[in-house]
């Protein structure tokens, strides 16, 4: 799988943009701010529906505009697909494949797979649960339509199930209410939890060689899921926490506090890694998110690189590079010279200013 072009309109700081990818390795460069994130953001909305940085439509939109639109040109397989998306403020955005709309922004899925890898992704292993959350969840929302309906419904419920919650501290008489959510907390919530131990056994059949081959054989990583409550036990715990939610106005208990650990030889990476023992489990992770993507969309995702290489010691960028093979990636960075200097090969150069983009090579 490959991106041949995409065109931007009123995105973000694009008035328009129209650019060519090769197949190979791409490199977007240019001074901070200019706009080389945004190109990588809307393949990702292409992809996902969403952005990765967890930005609404509204602020995507160039502000002098009231929608914005992106065509994404592939090749999949040998056949040429087209992905449109049309944002607007204050509206849900209009998807097409092939100039066919689509009833649910869900049908997407599995059209293009992504990779994204960006500075923050180095901290994920000592950052907060949410952001591991985060990060399960954006995955298997590519790779698994069911899950993705599971946790927008599942979302939904929390929502509706806190606002009850809200009411009946005002109102005691709505609290027999709180049952008809809670079945359905309890019907989509052991889905999640289900899904998501199956997704950590998943990585850990990968991410063990890639880690060893990463720490110079000194180190054996592997993932544990930590739900913050077991499918068997989550009814009682449910129910054992009624009165501490009332008090809260909030659902304490179910799988959106769950967590997820990485030990390195059996020891807590968060806890007791140094930060380049937790930078090096970081990048073991994203490595396996390439190999879990092509081993179950049984084909190969396009690899998003953003200001990623310039936080990495030259060891982990040549394992990196050396890693992608024939996957196509698109690489930002502030200059050329990482690469000219590592004689890294790449195929096309674009050089980004202000929201401009031209060709160099």
Same mark, same amino acid.
């Given at each position: 799988m490959i991106i041949k072009s995409l065109e931007l309109e009123n995105y973000r700081n694009y008035k328009t943009l129209?650019? /060519?990818?090769d197949r190979g390795v791409n490199i977007l460069y240019g001074d901070n701010a200019q706009g080389k994130t945004n190109i990588l953001e809307s393949i990702f909305v292409s992809a996902t529906t969403k952005s990765h940085k967890g930005s609404? =439509?509204?602020?995507?939109?160039?502000?002098?505009?009231e929608e914005a639109h992106i065509k994404t040109i592939l090749d999949k397989d040998g056949l040429e697909r087209r992905v449109d998306m049309h944002l607007r403020k204050g509206r849900s955005k209009g998807i097409a494949i092939d100039k066919v709309r689509l009833k649910k922004a869900t049908e997407l899925l599995g059209i293009l797979n992504v990779v994204f890898f960006?500075? /923050? !992704?180095? +901290?994920? %292993?000592? $950052?907060?649960? +949410?952001?591991?959350r985060r990060f399960v969840d954006m995955e298997l929302c590519q790779i698994d339509s069911i899950y993705l309906h $599971?946790?927008?419904?599942?979302? &939904?419920i929390i929502?509706?199930?806190?606002?009850?919650? &809200?009411?009946?501290f005002f109102h005691p008489e709505y609290r027999d209410m709180i049952k008809i959510w809670d079945n359905q907390?309890?019907?989509?919530?052991?889905?999640? %939890? /289900?899904?998501?131990?199956?997704?950590? !056994?998943?990585? $850990?059949?990968?991410? #063990?060689?890639? *880690?060893?081959?990463?720490? #110079?054989?000194?180190? @054996?990583?592997?993932?544990a899921y930590a739900p913050y409550v077991k499918a068997e036990d989550f009814e009682s715990r449910l129910k054992q926490s009624m009165e501490r939610d009332i008090k809260a106005k909030a659902t304490? @208990?179910?799988? *959106? &506090?769950?967590?997820?650990?990485?030990?390195?030889?059996d020891i807590d990476v968060r806890v007791f890694g140094s930060q380049g023992q937790q930078r090096t489990a970081a990048l073991s992770l994203k490595l396996s998110e390439i190999e879990l993507v092509k081993k179950i969309a049984k084909n190969n995702p396009v690899l998003l690189l953003?200001? @990623?290489?310039?936080?990495? =010691? +030259? $060891?982990?960028?040549?394992?990196?590079?050396?890693?992608?093979?024939?996957?196509?990636?698109? %690489?930002t960075c502030t200059g050329l010279d990482e690469f000219v200097n590592n004689r890294f090969a790449y195929d096309k150069v674009f050089k980004v200013t202000d929201g401009t983009v031209a060709k160099e090579n």
């Open positions: 129209q650019i /060519e990818f609404n =439509d509204k602020d995507i939109i160039n502000f002098a505009a960006s500075p /923050e !992704d180095l +901290s994920i %292993i000592k $950052n907060s649960p +949410s952001e591991r $599971n946790l927008n419904d599942y979302n &939904k929502k509706q199930r806190n606002r009850l919650l &809200k009411d009946i907390l309890l019907v989509y919530g052991k889905k999640l %939890i /289900e899904r998501r131990a199956m997704f950590v !056994d998943q990585l $850990n059949e990968i991410i #063990g060689d890639i *880690h060893k081959k990463l720490s #110079g054989q000194k180190e @054996v990583l592997r993932i304490g @208990v179910g799988p *959106h &506090k769950d967590d997820f650990i990485f030990y390195a030889n953003d200001d @990623v290489l310039s936080e990495l =010691d +030259s $060891n982990r960028q040549n394992y990196l590079l050396n890693s992608i093979g024939d996957i196509q990636t698109i %690489i």
